[in-house]
């Protein structure tokens, strides 16, 4: 069993930079891929990036792309998302989330999640 606690969220303003933090407790979470969701209101939950164990491949939604950065400290048992250029439609509650396949973006195949923050932008 992967305990997971995400922390970092909060609100400001577009163009403003935040670091999300997913800290794992249990077992050890260096074989998992992990990635980050974000689920707005009213929509579903959509994937945002994910890193495979060795941190050596990452992914990114279009969306985020050359915005958001995505990484792991083994040591420290977390994960990292440092969100710059942030737009009001990065508004959202954002999970972390493990996974015991390969880098995927769809939620089914993360078999671990975090409670989320939230992450809001103001215009």
């Known amino acids: 069993q992967v305990q997971l606690v995400e922390s970092g969220g909060g609100l400001v303003q577009a163009g403003d930079s935040l670091r999300l933090s997913c800290t794992a407790s249990?077992?050890?979470?260096?074989?998992?891929?992990m990635g980050w969701f974000r689920q707005a209101p009213g929509k579903e939950r959509e994937f945002v990036a994910a890193?495979?164990?060795?941190?050596?491949?990452?992914y990114y939604a279009d969306s985020v792309k050359g915005r958001f950065t995505i990484s792991r400290d083994y040591a420290k048992n977390t994960m990292y998302l440092q969100m710059n250029s942030l737009k009001p439609e990065d508004t959202a509650v954002y999970y972390c989330?493990?996974?015991?396949?390969?880098?995927?973006?769809?939620?089914?195949?993360?078999?671990?999640w975090g409670q989320g923050t939230q992450a809001t932008v103001s215009s």
């Open positions: 989330a493990a996974s015991r396949r390969g880098i995927a973006t769809v939620v089914s195949m993360y078999d671990y």
């Open positions: 249990g077992r050890t979470f260096s074989p998992y891929v």
């Open positions: 890193i495979n164990w060795s941190g050596g491949s990452t």
